[in-house]
């Protein structure tokens, strides 16, 4: 994914975070104040990551990973809705995007079955704690964790009243705001994993998130049906309404069929979907690129 290049004063600014580099685009015409809003953004990703990691000792999620079965545990207010958004999308995607691992794979609902996964943690939103059904179970937001802090990022950038931006998370995550004047969007390249000099989409964002997920560093996404590792695709890419979901339907789609996808996106028509499927001989021909929903609707170009 790529970067904006216009004519206009766009101001550009990145930070490390979530092992990632994250930037962030900007039109405004005062670049210290532009400067100003995304240190701030910045500070609430860095916030987010505190909260989020479970690489973190004292993050919610490290504390959740210590609890035993039906010991409540208090959780902030961004850790509660990231993990209520992952489990909405597990139930949307029967299962194929699960952020609990550690549980054998017959405890929950095979891709035949059609059924819901069933989900391995309670959330009260009355008091805001959560509870493990059983153990040993640990959550890992790897999965969502990227689009959420972009989401969050770019309610605060409202907050400063920047409407025209740009936020990517490390290239595999990227949030549109409003256009800049003049365009219909952010321009935003889709490119093959194995050949970068092969576009695939070439989208304008506005108002709408776009993440991808493959296996450029290994069979490291694991499908939670089987509890092994995902093989039958290259990549995949997911573009909905807001980041969170993008992030976490990339991952889903690389571990559901095609079938499943185009009968997702039929039930969820603001979503994009397309997946490269991985010949057994590693060598990926032009009718594996396989696209799922409205690509046609003026807002991007293959």
Known sequence: MTGPNFQFPIHRFSHQAMAATFEIFIQHDDARYAQQA?????????????????????SDISRINRLAAGQPLQIGLDTFEC??????ICAETCGAFDVTFGTPPSAGASPQSGGPRRGFIKLNEADYTVQLLISPVQIDL?????????????????????????????FSSVLALDAPAGTKGWPVTLSNPANRKQTLAYLYLKGRAVSG????????IINPHTGKPVESKQAAWACAADAATADALSTAFMVMSPDQIKRYCSRHPQVLAMII??????????????RFGPWDDGKCKI
């Open 38 to 58: 995304a240190n701030a953004a910045f500070g609430e990703l860095d916030r987010l990551e505190a909260e989020l990691s479970r690489f973190i000792e004292n």
């Open 83 to 88: 993990l209520k958004a992952s489990q909405r």
């Open 277 to 290: 499927l991985k010949d057994v001989d590693k060598h990926i021909e032009k009718d594996k690129i396989l």
């Open 213 to 220: 997920s493959g296996l450029q560093k290994g069979p490291h």
């Open 142 to 170: 790897g999965g969502i964790g990227k689009g959420y802090a972009l989401d969050q990022m770019a309610e605060l950038l409202h907050d400063w009243s920047i409407d025209i931006a740009l936020i990517n998370g490390g």
